[in-house]
């Protein structure tokens, strides 16, 4: 006995001393949030205060000090976070987790963007590269005063590589990526694909834009969907296609909802401006929450007082305000991209045809690093207009013409916001601006409000002539200033029609719904506080399922079928919300999936036939040509495998029984809220046991919202931030975000905030008490 005690308690103080030393190496790399510090770097003393949600305050100098501190602090938090996104940018991903990254970097490399970012940093005016500088010098400061390497590293065993100023531009060339198809241009593949097995006119129904939803600024309107007859195809002709999957179209695309409203309508006379920009949902959240305060002479009282959120990777404030205006993001979802058909030289396949005579591709061996692996090799044939991507419906090889393979296109003229005093001057920014084109949305302290697009990169088309014919310059952009109404509002919808939108292009427009119910929300009030915008941006109501409710109701009431008897009590009230506890919410929903599926199965089955990897075209939801389907009932269009109409919405009201009624507890079990359960995780989670990544992630609660509404919610998807500020009046503003500010488990920051994102609670803009101070001297 006594020698078990004596085992026993050896083994107690074993596991006692790798308990330590794992926290000790874990918390090794906390950032160091007190004291004072003297380090080469910054010109002047910098000062880095936080509250007790870890918002970020740095009073400096000068722009180029406040570049730096910032640095300091997302070199020492969110490290590991910017690595990733300059690897997933640059195609390097897999040298630092392995294998399963692999086929990532094979897609991102080959558009070289580590190459495009190198020569984008060489063209960067004097003060943009002194910043980026800065804040690469303050980087590398923060990362290299922890004591112990980021704990992902020490998990991955790995170590970090340095940061470079060009880094910063890989930046955004990863949000060019998350924001342009991941740089595929699978839209205009898709649709092509459709029309080497479709009739032109069917593809052009399914593709166009419904006219009911939409909610342009402009108050133009779409032609409405015309169906093609029984002379231009007809299904019960032709045998149906048996098919092993049914389509996928998916919902959730990165946007976001902006909306603003003058001062004539609110209580101080400054501007409203709402944001919350949709993206995938993560530990930590992609933005950091920040506020900077440097001298400034074109600033009230002469102290420029920047609040808002920071992209970790970069410099400059993304959204908020700058004291004098307040500006927000929405995905603008334009054409930005094009395909070009490149005929190799029969003589000589490393060349290719042009007007002109043979050419050689520029051709490029890239090295895919893999970390514990062998490196693999990936050639890249290179065009003027871009390089090899794709292949078209006949087998012709394509280039891709894309705006971010342009180093002109990056830049770091999105901090001109940080200095415009009203509407104008920062419309006046968006020309210049290097990033992926967005809907910019401005309202500044004296009540004006405006909407341009920003992005310096518009190409301009010439029919018949493959590439680009240049780009728009400023007088080209198009432009709103106070409109009548005195509200604005973007929702990744067309907001433009005519010229502008010749000019701008459609990349995939969101349907509209949601633009549409923001517009309904903001004119059924005449006054605004900011608590009545983050009503809007909660706004769960179900305004565009309520047509397919009434369908559902009215199937249902067409079939004998007994065994739907639980799906009729279950819809025969509409509650209207998309809410956690809501049944027939849910059911509706997956209803409206199954009609959709069923109409489209016959057009999806023949693409898949010719092109087994078809995918249906992103942005094309065929809402407008599968409604009028539905209501003016083609027999041309319908799968013949159904005997009408009916015959189909039956048989997707008993997928939709099917689908949901076999869990535990029956279709009235069946909420919302199963299905929408958060997942929003730290991204190295998976590799740890699930009672340590438990502390990791965030909880996984139902929540409310979806695709539709203003509140877009998925598990892993939705409002990366919401704010609503009032230039001038902060301190009447808010500002909240998920995920929390630190990735770090051990920090007093990580998941700071995020209840209060997902329970909707409102939560200031500016810091609260200032809990840690962290005062940095320069040094020789």
Known sequence: MRLARRLLIGLLILVALVGAAGYAALSGSLAQLDGTLTMQGPEAPVTLQRDGAGTLTVQAASRRDAAWALGFAHGQDRFFQMDLLRRVAAGELAALVGEAAVDVDLRHRVHRMRAVAEAAYAFLPPDQRALADAYRDGVNAGLGRLHVRPWEYLLLRQAPSPWKSEDSLLVLGAMYFELNEDGTNGRELGLARLHAVLPGPLVDA????????????????????????????????????????????????????????????????????ADDMHLGL????????????????????????????????????????????????????????????????????SRYVTPAGSAAFDTHDE?????????????????????????????????????????????????????????ASALDVAPHAGMPPQNLLVGDRAGHIGWTVIGNAIPLRQPGTPGWAGFADATRYPRIIDPA???????????????????????????????????????????????????????????????????????????????????????????????????DYRIVRTFRQNVRDLVLAPFDARAKQRFPDFTWPRGTTAEGAVWQMLTLRPLNLLDPKWKNWDDLLAAAARKTYDDLAQAPGGIGARTWGEQNTAHIVHPLSSALPHWLSHFLDMPAEPLPGDTDMPRVQAPAFGASERFAISPGHEDESYLEMPGGQSGHPLSPFHGA????????????????????????????
């Open 753 to 780: 905030g995020h209840e209060e994102w997902a329970q909707g609670h409102l939560t200031p803009l500016l810091p609260g008490k200032v809990e840690h101070t962290l005062t940095i001297e320069p040094g020789r």
């Open 485 to 583: 109404d005195s509200r604005l509002w973007t929702a990744n919808n067309r907001t433009v029609g005519g010229d502008a939108l010749a000019l701008l292009g459609n990349g995939g427009h969101d349907l509209g719904a949601r633009a549409q119910q923001i517009r309904d929300d903001l004119q059924a009030r005449e006054h605004f506080v900011p608590g009545d915008m983050l009503a809007i941006q909660l706004d769960d109501r179900a305004v565009f399922l309520s047509r397919w409710h009434d369908l559902l109701q009215s199937s249902l009431s067409r079939t004998t079928d007994p065994s739907l008897e639980p799906l009729r009590k279950a819809v025969a009230t509409w509650s209207g919300h998309a809410a956690v506890d809501s049944v």
């Open 367 to 423: 090295i895919i690093e893999i970390a514990h692996g062998e490196a693999r090799h990936l050639t890249v044939e290179d065009t003027p207009w871009g390089p090899l991507a794709a292949t078209d419906a006949d087998g012709t090889p394509l280039a891709l013409s894309w705006i971010a393979h342009r180093p002109d296109a990056f830049n770091l003229g999105i901090m001109g916001l940080e200095h415009a005093t009203g509407v």
């Open 206 to 273: 399914l593709a166009a834009p419904d006219p009911t939803w939409e909610a342009p600024l402009d108050s133009s309107r779409s032609p409405d969907v015309g169906l093609p007859g029984p002379d231009v195809i007809d299904l019960r002709a032709q045998p149906s296609i048996a098919m092993a999957t049914m389509p996928f179209l998916p919902d959730a695309m990165p946007g976001s909802n902006s909306f603003a409203v003058a001062g004539g309508l609110t209580e101080n006379g400054a501007a409203l401006v």
């Open 282 to 349: 993560r530990v930590p959240d992609i933005w950091f929450r920040a506020r900077l305060r440097f001298p400034d002479a074109t600033a009230p009282g002469g102290m420029r007082d920047l609040n808002g959120v920071t992209l970790p990777g970069t410099p400059a404030l993304v959204a908020g305000s700058n004291g004098q205006i307040a500006w927000a993001f929405t995905n603008s979802y334009g054409d930005w991209m094009d395909w070009v058909r490149v005929e190799r030289d029969r003589a000589d396949p």
